[in-house]
């Protein structure tokens, strides 16, 4: 099975998904992560270009440690990431690269514009993308089933899943580790937190509500998906 995560930013599938795809990979299946925005305002000191560049290594490390392929970033700067038909376009042809059964991204009422823009670009181009006319560089694919995941520690946000991450939480905290531009500079200030002290919780606080050490939350897209047995992982 072939699953997609769409995130906003460089480090979002650390903090958000990390554990869940890690046990997908464990699992047999293939985890594939595309990016929108470069992370070029996640520095306090470096010019825009030079912490972009440190961010994509960042990423491409992260995935290494996962054991996902990394399609690569869509060049949007941070914080001008919008829904129209641009965004849509590029998702469309990014599904249809990644050729997903199951698609992952941000819930639409998430703390970051950039990650609400995001979701409701995936979730449009999870529909255009299986149709013929809409037009990029690849054929038609249609993927049966998208997730929204968790908000940012989980604010206003309800869950219909929760994934077990307990064999897979220390995998997440090495690829979250590997964003050593944001876990050891910029975000510490930036949440008023560790980022490692802060996932630590989050995710205690979600394995908390269904009995287990850590885990994940999701939420299912309810709208014009195939509602098959294609689900989250056990």
């Given at each position: 099975m072939n699953i997609l995560w769409v995130g906003a930013h460089p480090?979002?599938?650390?903090f958000f998904v990390a554990g869940t795809l890690g046990k997908y990979i464990r699992q047999g299946h293939k985890v594939s992560i595309c990016v929108a925005a470069r992370g070029d305002k996640g520095s306090h000191t470096l010019s825009p270009n030079e912490i972009a560049k440190i961010r994509e290594?960042?990423?491409?490390?992260?995935?290494?440690?996962?054991?996902?392929?990394?399609?690569?970033?869509?060049?949007?700067?941070?914080?001008?990431?919008?829904?129209d038909r641009d965004l849509v376009g590029k998702m469309v042809d990014v599904i249809r690269k990644a050729k997903p059964n199951v698609i992952i991204t941000h819930y639409d009422k998430d703390y970051m514009p950039d990650h609400n823009a995001v979701s409701q670009a995936t979730v449009a181009a999870?529909?255009?993308a299986g149709l013929t006319n809409f037009e990029t560089q690849r054929p038609p694919h249609k993927p049966a089933k998208v997730y929204y995941s968790d908000t940012l520690y989980g604010l206003d946000f309800d869950p219909d899943f929760w994934v077990d991450i307990t064999d897979t939480f220390e995998l997440k905290m090495r690829a979250l580790r590997a964003h050593k531009s944001q876990v050891e500079d910029f975000m510490p200030g930036h949440f008023l937190?560790?980022?490692?002290?802060?996932?630590?919780?989050?995710?205690?606080?979600?394995?908390?509500?269904?009995?287990?050490?850590?885990?994940?939350?999701?939420?299912?897209?309810?709208?014009h998906m195939r509602l098959t047995s294609i689900n989250l992982p056990e």
């Open positions: 480090d979002d599938m650390e290594e960042e990423t491409v490390e992260g995935a290494k440690l996962l054991g996902a392929e990394f399609l690569g970033i869509l060049g949007y700067p941070d914080c001008e990431v919008y829904f999870a529909f255009h937190a560790s980022p490692e002290e802060a996932a630590q919780i989050w995710s205690r606080f979600r394995g908390l509500q269904v009995g287990v050490k850590y885990a994940e939350a999701f939420k299912l897209v309810k709208r």
